[in-house]
């Protein structure tokens, strides 16, 4: 009976000392959770996507326990993971995020936001009107103002790009309509319009990084101040390090896409549909690129736009006998229908351009890109090489 007892006791004992281990939280996670958070879930920050992935993997290690975390912790990490999701543009983990906080935390500020970056991020006109409808609900009218640019730009989200043409000096074209696995980016300026160039060149210099590192990104600049101050709109691009390339009928496609405030940037993905038109300083805008990139690169699946009634959008593909438009690329390579051949050897000497230029290291840079030039010529490389040697 007293062994018994005492092995009873024992077992107790065991049971009671091992009882924390199992319910122990992991502060040292909790504490990078919430730095994380702190860092990188901000309104106003364009998250670079190495960061983002960075920190999606280091999610992933954390491992952790729901039942674990406090409410208010869950919230933050949930959170993260919807910043970062979309900076890396990855659509489906963000419409996992949405699904499980849209309801848990409906009263919170930052997760309306939170809702808002992600349904422009994907092109969900549903759901970013509903976004702002609770984010406006506490704010006056006077600061619900801004607000009207997005909700009318909810309103285009799935509408097929309009036909009229991009026109650029060197006489070629460029259609939305035909941009063979290609993504559209088009940024729409006035002059009186930037009342901060800085802030303006700062805001849309990561859609050239991305442009420039993704061959598949057209990035065109569409100045609207019309063609008699065409001259003083390329002194100000030149003056403010705006590289890109510019079309000049700005005022016809800004009619064409129904923009009456500047600046805009205008995604169109790789099916010919408009994913977002948004502010240039507003992070969910670079996201969308991002989100389409990966569909046209074909590194994720196609999540069509949902219109503001939230029904999903029907592809309708351009006639496989249409004609390819040509167009120079502004940092993107133009596709194979320009008649230019892919070549990998190039390809993977483009790759190290790109990680020199990223790096500062511009001589090395300029060096492979005269060799791709030189030793690859009529190559889609060679076309970007020619275009990133005039950046530098």
């Excluded at 406090?70 to 993971?81: A, T």
């Excluded at 995020?97 to 808002?116: C, N, R, W």
Aim: charged content about 30%; proline content about 6%; some cysteine.
């Amino acid at each position: 009976m007293q062994t018994e007892r005492f092995s009873l006791t024992v077992l107790l004992a065991i049971a009671l000392a091992a009882a924390p281990a199992f319910a122990q939280r992991d502060e040292a996670a909790i504490k990078g959770m919430t730095e994380g958070y702190e860092k990188l879930a901000k309104a106003d920050l364009i998250v670079p996507p190495d960061e983002a992935a960075a920190m999606l993997s280091q999610i992933a290690d954390w491992r952790f326990r729901l039942p674990d975390l406090e409410k208010e912790e869950v919230r933050k990490l949930k959170l993260l993971n919807l910043h970062c999701a979309a900076a890396d543009g990855d659509a489906r983990r963000m419409v996992e995020v949405v699904d499980s906080i849209a309801f848990v935390f409906k009263d919170d500020p930052e997760t309306h936001y939170g809702l808002f970056l992600a349904a422009v991020a994907n092109a969900d006109a549903k759901r970013g009107l509903d976004a702002i409808k609770a984010i406006g609900a506490p704010l006056s009218r006077e600061q619900q103002l801004p607000w009207l640019f997005w909700v009318r730009g909810f309103r285009k989200v799935g509408e097929a790009a309009p036909e009229t043409p991009l026109k650029f000096e060197n006489a070629r074209d460029l259609s939305p309509r035909a941009l063979n696995r290609s993504v559209l980016a088009l940024v729409f300026w006035r002059r009186d319009d930037i009342r901060d160039p800085d802030a303006f060149s700062k805001a849309v210099a990561p859609l050239r990084a991305w442009a420039l590192d993704h061959a598949s990104v057209k990035l065109v600049g569409a100045n609207c101040d019309g063609a008699s101050d065409a001259e003083t709109a390329k002194q100000f691009e030149g003056a403010h390090d705006l590289k890109w390339e510019s079309c000049v009928n700005g005022q016809e496609l800004a009619k064409a896409y129904d923009i009456t405030e500047f600046p805009a940037v205008v995604i169109v993905d790789s099916e010919g549909l408009i994913r977002t038109i948004g502010r240039p300083e507003t992070p969910a805008t670079h996201y969308s690129l991002r989100v389409a990139t990966r569909y046209a690169e074909g590194a994720a699946d196609y999540f069509p736009p949902r219109d503001a009634e939230g029904k999903l959008i029907k592809i309708e593909r351009p006639s496989e006998s249409a004609p390819a438009s040509a167009s120079s690329s502004g940092g993107a390579a133009p596709s194979s229908g320009d008649g230019l051949r892919d070549d990998p050897a190039a390809e993977s000497r483009l790759r190290e351009a790109r990680t020199f230029i990223r790096t500062g290291m511009k001589s090395k840079a300029r060096e492979i890109l005269q060799a791709i030039i030189r030793d690859y010529p009529g190559t889609k490389q060679a076309v970007e090489a020619q275009q990133r040697l005039a950046d530098l």
